[in-house]
């Protein structure tokens, strides 16, 4: 359900975050009433998400044990920069080579037809990174991006129930339905500049099988990496010459056996199809320097883990937001005061004018009573949306 409500005027923001009631700015944002207040459609993804946020208590957010990628997903990283692993500082030594790690991963997807770089799940920050390498990487011939995180359709479902990126195409964004961490706005944005250089999208992540249930971790990793390498292969032999970029999470863009035996993603999908991709490791070194520079593999890690590993600096934040996203192009913008919430959790959400609720919003952040949490955005008109979220706690939480 969408109710409208009126903003006393259109908001016209700088890069302060100041109001005037002028015509934008070139480098400006505008805040276009109406705002929008709506709830999500029962058993949808957007439903799932905001469930995992009305799990965590805004007073005391870290509590208990919450899902970390819950903050990230909703552009909240600020409150799990201290306390997650995949932001404390790993003390990596620097690779010899000291070319910047853009232009080293250019010049190693010149010698490919597969490249596959990873993401954690809690910092946006890597996939903004990804996004950055489209255009280079589409000037060497890279034409088609497969994304783990995009809903793979099991082989009987008909078109008509495909998810919308499927069924069509050429929207010139993902929607909230097209994948369940989708949702977060570094990843609509990855999914909005895919889209714009003519990327072709492919999903591959293994359908679920209940049958694992009873299967141990260690067989049910190697029956998900089998079934995501095959579908990959599957492609690349339907598509010879094409270049591919891979997004994974985390292991699955090792290379190498591990220590224990396991065999991921890259591993299966470089026995299939005799290619050797360039891999790339974003998760494995962090906060080694004030840029993103390239870092030597640690000493614990086998031989060929991965080729390249980019240790990204220390996380910064401007008013609750990744201070990244303003090197990328954004500007904080002040939420109206009006749209505060003054109990629980509030989502708000900023799309561009014209665009229905359905698409991933340039921007979505969870807010608190008492916080001045910034909007992330470029120049534009923008609709805002909110979504009040309670505070539920789990069933078995003290």
């Known amino acids: ?168 195409p050429g929207l010139p964004y993902l929607t909230d339905e097209d994948g369940f961490y989708l949702g977060e706005a570094a990843f609509g944005r990855l999914g909005r500049t895919a889209k714009r250089l003519g990327y072709a999208l492919v999903p591959y992540e293994a359908h679920h099988d209940p049958a694992t249930a009873t299967l141990s971790q260690t067989e049910r990793i190697a029956v998900r990496e089998e079934a995501q390498a095959s579908a990959l292969a599957a492609w690349v032999a339907a598509h010879p010459g094409a270049k591919l970029l891979v997004h994974v999470g985390y292991h699955h863009a090792i290379e190498v056996p591990t220590a224990d035996g396991l065999r991921w993603m890259a591993t299966r999908l470089k026995a299939k199809t005799g290619i050797d991709p360039l891999t790339i490791s974003q998760t494995t070194c962090h906060g080694g320097g004030s840029t993103p520079r390239l870092a030597a593999l640690p000493a614990d890690e086998p031989p060929g883990t991965f080729d390249l590993v980019v240790d990204h600096p220390t996380a910064r934040f401007v008013r609750g937001r990744p201070a990244w996203r303003i090197a990328a192009g954004d500007t904080p913008v002040s939420i109206p005061s009006e749209l505060r919430p003054t109990t629980g959790w509030r989502v708000v959400e900023a799309r561009p004018d014209g665009e229905p609720p359905a698409s991933v919003p340039m921007d979505r952040v969870a807010i608190r009573p008492g916080e001045d949490v910034a909007l992330m955005l470029p120049p534009g008109r923008y609709r805002l949306r909110i979504l009040d979220v309670a505070y539920t706690p789990a069933p078995d939480a003290d």
Request: proline share 10%.
């Open 1 to 168: 359900m969408i109710h409208r409500r009126a903003l006393p005027l259109a908001l016209v923001l700088s890069a302060t975050g100041a109001t005037a009631h002028t015509a934008p700015l070139t480098a400006g944002v505008t805040l276009l009433p109406p705002y929008e207040t709506a709830t999500p459609k029962a058993g949808s993804l957007a439903e799932i998400r905001l469930k995992s946020l009305a799990r965590i208590d805004p007073v005391h957010p870290l509590a208990g044990a919450p899902n970390l990628q819950t903050f990230s997903q909703f552009g909240r990283e600020d409150l799990i920069a201290a306390s997650s692993d995949d932001y404390h500082p790993t003390h990596c030594t620097p690779a010899k080579d000291t070319t910047d790690p853009l232009t080293a991963i250019i010049q190693g997807a010149r010698k490919t037809s597969i490249v596959i770089i990873n993401e954690s799940h809690e910092r946006s920050e890597h996939r903004g990174f990804t996004t950055a390498l489209l255009a280079p990487l589409q000037a060497e011939g890279y034409t088609t991006l497969a994304m783990e995180a995009l809903s793979n359709p099991q082989p009987d479902t008909p078109p008509k129930f495909y998810s919308p990126f499927l069924r069509e």
